[in-house]
C-alpha cells in the first residue's frame, strides 16, 4: 500500500469504520490494509451481529458486503438507518450486478464498490463518503444514472431474479462468466458440494436445463 494521509473527518479525526462481511479473512484483510489510515472500530459476519454493534459504537462509515444470509447487506442498512440515520454506507461486494447496485442505492447506501478496488481508492472512497459524496466504481455509475434517468421512482423488480437467493445469484454470475464449479467455490469460499446445490437450485426454479440456458438468461439480463 503506497504512503497516503489519514482518513479523517471535517474536525480533523480520524474516520471510525465498521466491517460487515460474512468472511472471516477478507474482513481480516480489510483491517490490515485500513488499520493504519481509519480507526476500524469493529466488524460483524451477520445481520443480527452488524445492526447490533453498530447501534453501539456509531460509526462514521460503514463498509457493507451485499450478499449474506437473512437478509444481506439491505437489511442491515434499512435497520441502521431507523436509529442511526447519520450512519454513512459504502458497499463493497463482489457482485457488479445492476440490480445489486440500484437496490442498495434505493436503500440509502452513498456509495458502491466492488471487491476488486485498490487499498488506495478504498481509503480515498470511504473519505469522500464520509465527506458526502457519492462513489462508485466507474462501470457502477451507469447502471444508477440510467436507472434513476429513465424511472426514478420504480423499483427494480425481475420476479424471476425474484426467486433466487442472494447466494444463489452469486452462483448463477459467475457460471454465466465461464467459472467452473471449483473456481466459484473458491471465489465464493463455499465447497464444490454447496456450488453444485446452488446450480441445482437455481436450475429448478428457473425450469432450465443447463449452464448454456442459464447463461443466456443471466446475459439477457445484464447480470454476466
Same mark, same amino acid.
Given at each position: 500500500?503506497?504512503?497516503?494521509?489519514?482518513?479523517?473527518?471535517?474536525?480533523?479525526?480520524?474516520?471510525?469504520?465498521?466491517?460487515?462481511?460474512?468472511?472471516?479473512?477478507?474482513?481480516? +484483510?480489510? !483491517? $490490515?490494509? #485500513?488499520? &493504519?489510515?481509519?480507526?476500524?472500530?469493529?466488524?460483524?459476519?451477520?445481520? %443480527?451481529?452488524? /445492526? *447490533?454493534?453498530?447501534?453501539?459504537?456509531?460509526?462514521?462509515?460503514?463498509?457493507?458486503?451485499?450478499?449474506?444470509?437473512?437478509? +444481506?447487506? !439491505? $437489511?442491515? #442498512?434499512? &435497520?441502521?438507518?431507523?436509529?442511526?440515520?447519520?450512519?454513512?454506507?459504502? %458497499?463493497?461486494? /463482489? *457482485?457488479?450486478?445492476?440490480?445489486?447496485?440500484?437496490?442498495?442505492?434505493?436503500?440509502?447506501?452513498?456509495?458502491?464498490?466492488?471487491?476488486?478496488?485498490?487499498?488506495?481508492?478504498?481509503?480515498?472512497?470511504?473519505?469522500?463518503?464520509?465527506?458526502?459524496? %457519492?462513489?462508485?466504481?466507474?462501470?457502477?455509475?451507469?447502471?444508477?444514472?440510467?436507472?434513476?434517468?429513465?424511472?426514478?421512482?420504480?423499483?427494480?423488480?425481475?420476479?424471476?431474479?425474484?426467486?433466487?437467493?442472494?447466494?444463489?445469484?452469486?452462483?448463477?454470475?459467475?457460471?454465466?462468466?465461464?467459472?467452473?464449479?471449483?473456481?466459484?467455490?473458491?471465489?465464493?469460499?463455499?465447497?464444490?458440494?454447496?456450488?453444485?446445490?446452488?446450480?441445482?437450485?437455481?436450475?429448478?426454479?428457473?425450469?432450465?436445463?443447463?449452464?448454456?440456458?442459464?447463461?443466456?438468461?443471466?446475459?439477457?439480463?445484464?447480470?454476466?
Amino acid at each position: 500500500m503506497s504512503e497516503r494521509s489519514e482518513a479523517a473527518d471535517m474536525s480533523g479525526q480520524r474516520l471510525r469504520v465498521f466491517l460487515v462481511d460474512d468472511h472471516g479473512m477478507f474482513r481480516a +484483510g480489510v !483491517r $490490515a490494509e #485500513l488499520g &493504519a489510515h481509519v480507526d476500524v472500530v469493529g466488524e460483524a459476519a451477520t445481520v %443480527a451481529q452488524a /445492526v *447490533s454493534m453498530i447501534g453501539s459504537v456509531v460509526p462514521d462509515v460503514v463498509l457493507l458486503d451485499v450478499h449474506m444470509p437473512d437478509g +444481506g447487506g !439491505r $437489511a442491515v #442498512l434499512d &435497520a441502521v438507518r431507523k436509529t442511526q440515520p447519520q450512519v454513512r454506507f459504502l %458497499a463493497l461486494s /463482489v *457482485s457488479d450486478a445492476a440490480e445489486d447496485v440500484i437496490g442498495l442505492i434505493r436503500a440509502g447506501a452513498r456509495g458502491y464498490v466492488t471487491k476488486t478496488i485498490s487499498p488506495d481508492d478504498l481509503v480515498d472512497a470511504i473519505r469522500r463518503v464520509a465527506d458526502g459524496d %457519492a462513489v462508485f466504481s466507474p462501470r457502477l455509475a451507469g447502471f444508477v444514472l440510467d436507472a434513476f434517468a429513465a424511472r426514478p421512482d420504480a423499483p427494480v423488480a425481475d420476479p424471476e431474479l425474484d426467486q433466487l437467493t442472494n447466494r444463489e445469484r452469486e452462483v448463477l454470475r459467475l457460471l454465466a462468466r465461464g467459472y467452473a464449479y471449483k473456481e466459484i467455490a473458491k471465489e465464493l469460499f463455499i465447497s464444490i458440494k454447496t456450488v453444485e446445490t446452488h446450480v441445482s437450485n437455481v436450475l429448478r426454479k428457473l425450469q432450465m436445463s443447463n449452464r448454456y440456458e442459464l447463461s443466456r438468461w443471466a446475459a439477457d439480463r445484464r447480470l454476466v
